[in-house]
């Protein structure tokens, strides 16, 4: 495998990626198919081996061009407890609070937003009591309230960055 340019500075700039790369980035998020030999499949797709498909993502992986790859499971739907919640927290204890919620295993991203609430996350759980059970944690380690904010109804977008 060739080596790869070093990684972009921003999101806004692509022009360090190689036309495979770019194909590899736009392809798989798509989804992966349920098949036997998916990274194959998607190879053959892409008109790549396999194996080249696994070196680029690895190295993607590695330089932090890709932070995260993997599947997104839906743990309402798997019995699990799913929700949004935010916190009002003041500017001198962001970071400190931050580094505390992001402790539990159970939050799934953490956003700073320009908000009266400025601190918003996803809580995924095992079971649909472990949201409280959680929050009650947080709101103990921490000593700021959460707001739970389960949702009411869900709506899938489909979203995909062309690169």
Same mark, same amino acid.
């Given at each position: =495998? ?11 700039? @692509? ?10 980035? $736009? ?11 998916? %990274? ?37 739907? =798997? ?22 919620? $992001? ?7 953490? %956003? ?6 400025? =601190? ?10 472990? @949201? ?11 000593? %700021?309230?959460? %707001?739970? =904010? ?5 709506? &899938?977008?489909?979203? &995909?960055?062309?690169?």
């Amino acid at each position: =495998m060739a080596e790869r340019p070093p990684s972009p500075q921003s999101s806004d700039d @692509i022009s360090d990626f190689t036309n495979t790369e770019r194909a590899i980035i $736009n392809r798989l998020q798509l989804g992966l198919p349920l098949t036997e030999t998916p %990274y194959r499949d998607v190879a053959e797709d892409l008109g790549i081996d396999e194996q080249d498909l696994l070196d680029h993502l690895q190295a993607m992986l590695a330089d932090g061009t890709l932070t995260r790859f993997g599947p997104m499971f839906h743990a309402g739907e =798997m019995g699990g407890g799913l929700t949004l919640a935010a916190m009002r927290i003041p500017e001198a204890d962001f970071e400190r609070v931050t580094e505390q919620v $992001n402790s539990f295993e159970e939050v799934a991203h953490n %956003y700073r937003r320009e908000h009266e609430l400025n =601190m918003w996350f996803v809580l995924a759980t095992e079971t649909p009591g472990g @949201i409280a059970e959680t929050i009650e944690r947080i709101e103990t380690l921490t000593g %700021y309230p959460v %707001y739970n =904010m389960p949702k009411e109804q869900e709506f &899938h977008v489909h979203l &995909h960055f062309e690169v």
